[in-house]
Every structure is written in structure tokens, then in C-alpha cells.
């Protein structure tokens, strides 16, 4: 049986939860109001429909067109590196598959509507949606591959430790 492709299932997967949960928000959330699925934590977690124009935190309002096109820019960048990135690199093309389903889902929103549908509210922090966790996600995961990659030998460093062990004076030591 064939394996299915892997990464593209979760970028799709991603993708797929980001745009049903908007749409569920614009469809039952009007803007600026509140939704409480756990009454008991209504203090600490809600929906609430709001609208951003700019990136996170609501930074750079209005500059929609110039994010939709910046964010079309890194998905193609993102997917070239992805084409050339060895399957060794697990945690890299997880990290990248997160990040490339947070720009998609975000530049659905900003072609579609001209601006990022957010609504998930947690205390007093800035509102974000699924999208947004995904690039937190893949962020996360691209720490960890930085640190997995500097505690493994690369390539050269591990031909170097070969050669130093067969060269003749190593031999003699033995």
C-alpha cells in the first residue's frame, strides 16, 4: 500500500479546522461580541469576533495588501525549501508544514475578506485563531529542530571523527 503524503495531509488538516472555526465565528459571533463555551471560566476564556487588518497584536493596521502579498511570498519560499529539505529533517518539515497552514489560513482570510478573522480569547491576551496557533506551533517545533540539530554531529564533523580514527597514528595507539 502507498503512504500517504504526511505533511501535506496536516498543512491541509490545519487549514481545513482554521477556515470552519472563522467560519463558525462569522456565521454565530457578531463582530465585537462574546461567546462563553465554558461558562465556569467566562473570566479566562471566550470567543470573541474580532477583525485585524494588520499582524499580530493588531500591529500595522490597514496593511492588509502588503501582508497578502509578503505572506504569498514566504508560502512559496517555504514550499521551495520544503521540496529541497531532506526527509531526514523531521522536525524542520514539521515545524515548516505548522508555519506554511498559519500563513495559508491567515492569507485565505486577508484575500477573501481583507482582513484576519480572530477570536479566541484567553485572559487578557491579544486575540488570535487557529492560523495563528499553528506559526506558534511551528515556531515551537523549530526551536526544538535548532536544538536536536546542535546536539547531533553534522556530516563533517562526523567524517573528521572517521578519518582522525583511521588515520596511521591513531592506528599505532591502539
Do not use: C
Not at 28 to 47: E, Q, R
Not at 83 to 108: H, K, Q, S
Request: cysteine-free; aromatic content about 10%.
Amino acid at each position: 500500500m502507498k503512504r500517504l503524503p504526511t505533511l501535506p495531509l496536516l498543512v491541509a488538516a490545519d487549514v481545513a479546522l482554521d477556515q470552519i472555526t472563522k467560519w463558525w465565528v462569522v456565521s454565530h459571533v457578531p463582530v465585537g461580541h462574546y461567546w462563553f463555551p465554558i461558562p465556569a471560566l467566562a473570566h479566562f476564556v471566550a470567543v470573541e469576533h474580532v477583525t485585524n487588518t494588520g499582524v499580530v497584536f493588531g500591529l500595522f493596521k490597514d496593511a492588509g495588501p502588503l501582508f497578502a502579498l509578503a505572506s504569498t511570498t514566504i508560502i512559496i519560499v517555504m514550499i521551495g525549501y520544503l521540496i529541497r529539505l531532506p526527509r531526514d529533517r523531521r522536525w524542520v518539515r514539521l515545524a515548516l508544514g505548522f508555519l506554511l497552514a498559519g500563513a495559508i489560513g491567515n492569507l485565505i482570510d486577508r484575500l477573501r475578506l481583507g482582513y484576519v478573522v480572530d477570536f479566541i480569547a484567553v485572559g487578557s491576551f491579544s486575540r488570535f485563531n487557529v492560523a495563528d496557533s499553528a506559526v506558534t506551533i511551528g515556531v515551537a517545533l523549530m526551536l526544538v529542530a535548532a536544538l536536536l540539530d546542535g546536539r547531533r554531529p553534522s556530516a563533517a564533523k562526523a567524517q573528521a571523527a572517521s578519518d582522525a580514527d583511521s588515520s596511521p597514528a591513531n592506528q599505532q595507539t591502539r
